[in-house]
């Protein structure tokens, strides 16, 4: 566990922070469109009246850039992967420049392994924020596994997205993880449902369920093809979906591609569904997965569906008749069928400003525990 030699000089109702990450979490420009956990935990603390500043690593465009995110300082360095020095030079220059307290890890295995490597070379202390089982991802690539384990192992503190996560992180370190939610952005919001029906030209008289995202296979994506011919039998469903899937085709008549659409347009999306699915396989990655369109779903008060996982069924724990049997489409269709007229609230739902709180205890107390 890295030690600091300077921890005396801490404020610690004004800390100074530095975030890592990727550029493009998920495929999305955390410069041009801020969200999640990314943005929202960082301009959390920023608001509580920390100093946060977040280097970027752009690992597609390979551009350098700087400047605010909202009120956050940032700096975008385009490097690839093979360019770990200059990541890590650029990352002692802020640390000296911005008087650091505490690196923030986050996004993937790389910056883990960064916040590590970073703080051991300036006697710092580091924290590693986990929203999925990162070595997922790859799972071939064996060494990045290791460092990833050894940078949790040494990591003052690690945050995970929920108990499953935080329960396999356990197992690399002797100290237990700490858990802050992951929540809906602001812009989710219940809307009225026959006006977000008219901006998609989605029919008012039917039961529509929605899928947002990629098809992809480790994540039950195929499984919405079968669950959308068994609903074929019945007109009055409507299988809508959202997101790049080009070269998908299908020959069912329920089943319609909206294509990509920008962020501003999901929560009208979301709104304008009875039922949304959130599918999974139990796998690596599944098991350990707490899925945002869950939280934006239940803050637009449209019912989820989800696989039954460990981390769903933690999300959904006082909702437990909305989990399904992951890859069973008979089961996924009867729920559908059971779910179609009913009206659900969803209350007690998690926040970006109490998972602020949060995050902001774990740091405080790792610094607390190094004076």
Same mark, same amino acid.
């Given at each position: ?6 921890? +005396?000089?801490? $404020?610690?109702?004004?800390? $100074? ?25 960082? $301009?959390?603390?920023?608001?509580? @009246? ?16 700087? @400047? ?17 020095? +200059? ?122 369920? @929605?899928?947002?995202?990629?098809? #992809? ?31 998908? #085709? ?20 979301? $709104? ?87 995050? #902001? ?11």
């Amino acid at each position: 566990m890295t030690q600091c030699g300077f921890i +005396e000089k801490v $404020n610690y109702q004004n800390l $100074n922070l530095l975030f890592l990450s990727k550029r493009y979490p998920q495929g999305r420009d955390l410069v041009s469109r801020p969200y999640g956990r990314f943005y929202y935990i960082p $301009n959390g603390l920023q608001e509580a @009246g920390h100093q946060c500043v977040i280097l970027l690593v752009d690992f597609k465009s390979k551009k350098n850039c700087q @400047g605010e995110i909202g009120k956050l300082p940032f700096r975008s360095i385009g490097v690839s992967y093979k360019c770990f020095p +200059e990541i890590f030079r650029v990352g002692k220059e802020l640390i000296a420049s911005h008087r650091i307290d505490c690196i923030i890890g986050c996004s993937d295995t790389w910056f883990g392994i960064l916040a590590r490597s970073l703080a051991k070379k300036m006697e710092l202390p580091y924290v590693v924020d986990a929203y999925d089982n990162y070595e997922s991802y790859i799972p071939w690539l064996k060494p990045l596994h290791w460092l990833w384990r050894r940078s949790i192992r040494d990591a003052n503190a690690v945050v995970s997205a929920g108990p499953a996560l935080a329960n396999l992180l356990n197992s690399y370190r002797n100290e237990a993880s700490s858990i802050v939610p992951m929540s809906a952005d602001d812009d989710f919001t219940q809307k009225d449902k026959i006006k977000c029906r008219e901006h998609f030209n989605l029919p008012q008289g039917k039961v529509i369920v @929605g899928y947002c995202g990629k098809l #992809e296979s480790r994540k039950g994506g195929s499984d919405l093809y079968e669950i959308a011919k068994i609903l074929s039998e019945d007109e009055e469903f409507l299988i809508v979906v959202s997101g790049n899937n080009q070269g998908s #085709e299908s020959l069912n008549s329920n089943l319609q591609f909206l294509g990509y659409l920008e962020d501003a347009e999901m929560p009208y999306l979301v $709104n304008a569904l009875d039922i949304m699915l959130i599918l999974n396989h139990d796998n690596a990655f599944g098991r350990y997965s707490y899925p945002i369109k869950i939280y934006e779903a239940m803050r637009c008060n449209t019912i989820p569906l989800s696989s039954d996982l460990p981390g769903t069924r933690w999300i959904l724990n006082n909702h437990l008749g909305l989990l399904v049997e992951p890859g069973d489409a008979n089961q996924f269709a009867a729920k559908i069928r059971e779910l179609k007229y009913q009206k659900k609230e969803f209350l007690d739902q998690e926040t970006w400003r109490n998972s602020v709180k949060k995050f #902001e205890k774990v740091l405080i107390d790792v610094l607390s525990d190094l004076r």
